[in-house]
Nanobody, 126 residues
Framework: QVQLVESGGGLVQAGDSLRLSCAAS????????MGWFRQAPGKEREFVAA????????KYADFVKGRFTISRDNGKKSVLLQMNSLIPEDTAVYYC???????????????????WGQGTQVTVSS
């Protein structure tokens, strides 16, 4: 079973940047698409970004396009989320997730991810 550990969250001001990291265990990291989701208080967990297993294809939620960038380093078994131009509405717990099945394209569908990290809090003040 894979373990995912997020880091990099914190308290920032609107307009600032943060970079989230997700470190994965296991030997088959490069076989799986990876994603980032977020959950704000009182709201459902929502898709943020996803990346294919080799990093060639990416997907983004409309509300982060042009501001966030997802990337991965298979040698280091890590996934990054660079977040720029943060706004208060970006405040949430951010979760890293691994796709349920190997060798499948990145997806925005939460139910197609079955391994999750514990989350890292991002708070953006106005």
């Amino acid at each position: 079973q894979v373990q995912l550990v997020e880091s990099g969250g914190g308290l920032v001001q609107a307009g600032d940047s943060l970079r989230l990291s997700c470190a994965a265990s296991g030997q088959t990291f490069s076989n799986y698409a990876m994603g980032w989701f977020r959950q704000a208080p009182g709201k459902e967990r929502e898709f943020v970004a996803a990346i294919s297993r080799l990093g060639i294809t990416t997907k983004y939620a409309d509300f982060v396009k042009g501001r966030f960038t997802i990337s991965r380093d298979n040698g280091k078994k890590s996934v990054l989320l660079q977040m720029n131009s943060l706004i208060p509405e970006d405040t949430a717990v951010y979760y890293c997730a691994r796709a349920r099945n190997p060798f499948t394209p990145p997806t925005t569908t939460r139910g197609l991810y079955d391994s999750w990290g514990q989350g890292t809090q991002v708070t953006v003040s106005s």
